[in-house]
């Protein structure tokens, strides 16, 4: 696992459900395929309302054009983060535009497991309500070792929460991984 | 100390006498179900994990319903489809109810309840966020993405934190206009959409034991909508006449302990309950239909897991009955059953479906449909900025569709006495009249 995580902020609200990460009519694509894959990083965040995309300013589209990729890995996001639906189309979209982290303030469930289980990208927790502070294009670095995450662009620092007992499955890469490190299916 | 319905089942289930809530735990699963939009990315992962020759833990286990993307021209849709039954033949899958066949079933929700795979004190997981409907018959049932799902089909088993529970109780009699949508609503709307979040939301006292089956499934459906990870209900005699009609299967049915501890508690009076309204766009925007009057509607929307069940058209079609919709409306029943009950169930000698024909509502065929949006050429899809009133489950910015309309979610009661008067209405005129 890497220890330390570096990138641009893309910040986002209360409340961002799966819909808004990527619209039902966009589920449609494999992921399984490299190519057909990259639509996801495309169309990832489409859905979350112009005003609140890309805050304070708002109006910030997260990928440009046909871009698949996104300049921003860093997401900020506020409570109840990835409500809705349990398609894991949605943290998989983030992952193949780029993302690396999620820093939001609370998750819904099933977004939060889908994130870890499947070795998407770090979802962490912070008390402090980033989203006042953080603006979109902020330079950011996460220490996972000191827990931190800092903002280069405004020098301040703040703690994140500890990734408590999933951090297992984090290190370990994804839960097959983890179920082959702790001997519950065997090693392939 | 005692334990919660969830806090048993899960133990049980983890061949263990008591569980705790926090507790990580590793449970043996009774049934896994995936859809169409989900089956193929689980596959694949199973696959790329398990190897590509690799079976599935248990056949007879395994349960795919294809219902989302189903009546459209769209081909990446419609290969995932395909993708479901190359992998059903692979494994020679017993339970696979494919499109376009006399097996089809559409809205996965109901079908698991209408083919009898919601037994009491199972534990399902689905690869759908509204799997908590099944909590409704005294099971443990919750939604969970393509790996977790992937992980399940290879080896029956997943890890699982004990939730705590919160137990909501109405005791008395729920008024004649009031259906269990609004119930749910004005729930939501009490404790926000994520006032649940990791947490059992479990429903008791005798107003909700007077429900049928039909309407409980609604309350546990949207625990989600709370953020819950599971609602549930202890069976009773309601449940086992249901379930006994649709499966030889055994099954065990569990109580809550009287000191079960309860993360939170609270008792409603069912005789003061309204009609609520979710506004747009968030499930827990409570406002009473009463309220919002001055709201006027480009459409009504009658269907889903939440709101197409038999017991929703019933409703419906009490106040279409002999009266013409002033707005577009559309009738979607979430099942082929629910369907063929549309033909033979009457009010007063005429059909549910020659009420809906008459009464100038357009009918689509079993599926989700526009709950979720979904292709272009979806059935009863949102456009542009109209203002739907919409017995479904959500209404998140686009969730139907369009991105700047704006979604409303009723009881089917609401949305039929709106759909007649072209504003949102309070239905209790129509109801008790
Ligand atoms: S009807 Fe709507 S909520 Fe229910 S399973 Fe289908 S898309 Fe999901």
């Known amino acids: ?188 | 100390m005692g334990m919660t319905i969830t806090e048993k089942i899960l133990a049980a289930h983890a061949g263990k006498d008591s569980v705790f809530p926090g507790d990580n735990i590793w449970v043996d699963v009774d049934v896994l179900m995936t859809h169409d939009v989900c089956g193929p990315g689980t596959f694949a992962i199973f696959k790329k994990q398990f190897g590509e020759n690799a079976k599935v833990w248990d056949r007879d286990k395994v349960v795919i319903i294809p219902d989302h993307f189903i009546f459209t021209e769209d081909t990446h849709a419609n290969r995932n489809i395909d993708i479901l039954r190359q992998f059903v033949k692979e494994q020679d899958l017993p339970h696979y109810y494919d499109v376009g066949t006399d097996n089809y079933k559409g809205v996965c929700h109901l079908a698991l309840a209408q083919e009898g795979f919601n037994r009491p004190g199972e534990v399902l997981f689905g690869t759908d966020s509204h799997t908590s409907t099944s909590g409704a018959f005294g099971m443990f049932s919750t939604g969970i993405g393509n790996t977790d799902a992937a992980f399940i089909l290879g080896t029956g088993k997943i890890w699982v934190k004990v939730p705590e529970s919160m137990c909501f109780e109405f005791t008395g009699k729920f008024p004649d206009h009031v259906m269990a949508k609004d119930v749910i609503l004005n729930v939501i709307g009490d404790i926000g959409v994520d006032g649940a979040t990791y947490r059992s939301m479990e429903w008791r006292g005798d107003a909700v034991m007077s429900l049928s089956m039909e309407e409980r499934m609604t309350l546990c459906n949207m625990a989600i909508e709370a953020g819950g990870k599971n609602g549930i209900i202890e069976a009773d005699e309601v449940t086992t006449d249901y379930v006994r009609q649709r499966t030889d299967r055994p099954y065990k049915i569990y109580h809550s302990d009287e000191d079960a501890k309860y993360f939170f508690k609270k008792t409603y009076n069912a005789s003061e309950m309204e009609s609520i309204v979710a506004k747009p766009h968030s499930p827990d925007n409570k406002a009473k239909a009463s309220e919002c009057e001055d709201v006027k509607l480009d459409r009504a929307y009658i269907g889903s897991c939440t709101g197409g069940k038999l017991t929703d058209f019933m409703a419906a079609a009490k106040l279409l009955k002999g009266r013409k919709v002033l707005i577009d409306t559309f009738i979607v029943p979430a099942t082929r059953e629910v369907e063929e009950d549309l033909h033979k169930e009457k009010i007063d000698g005429e059909t549910l479906i020659d009420i809906f024909k008459n009464a100038g509502a357009y009918l689509g065929d079993p599926s989700c449909a526009a709950c979720l949006g979904g292709p272009k050429d979806t059935f009863g899809r949102a456009k542009d900025n109209q203002v739907v009133i919409s017995t479904t489950n959500r209404n998140f910015p686009g969730r139907m569709g369009s991105k700047q309309s704006h979604v409303y979610l009723a009881s089917p009661y609401t949305a039929a006495a709106s759909a007649l008067t072209g504003h949102i209405t309070n239905p209790a005129d129509f109801v008790n009249n």
Do not use: W
């Open chain 1, 1 to 188: 696992m890497k220890k330390i995580i570096e990138g641009l902020a893309y910040v986002l609200g209360n409340d961002v459900d799966t819909d808004q990460i990527i619209p039902a009519e966009h589920l449609v694509y494999s992921l399984s395929d490299p190519e057909e894959k990259k639509n996801y990083g495309k169309f990832a965040l489409t859905g979350v309302p112009g005003e609140q995309a890309g805050l304070p300013e708002g109006n910030v589209s997260f990928t440009e054009g046909d871009n698949f990729e996104s300049k921003y890995s860093i997401i900020i996001g506020g409570k109840n983060f990835g409500c809705g639906s349990s398609r894991e189309h949605a943290p998989a979209c983030m992952e193949i535009a780029g993302v690396r982290a999620v820093v939001a303030q609370s998750y819904a469930r099933i977004f939060y497991r889908n994130s870890v289980d499947g070795g998407f990208f770090i979802p962490f927790e912070c008390e402090t309500r980033l989203v006042e502070e953080i603006k979109t294009g902020d330079d950011l670095k996460i220490d996972l070792e000191a827990n931190t995450l800092s903002n280069k662009t405004q020098n301040k620092t703040y703690d994140l929460k500890s990734l408590g007992e999933v951090i297992d499955i984090i290190e370990a890469g994804n839960i097959f991984e983890y179920a082959r490190k702790t001997g519950m299916i065997a090693s392939s």
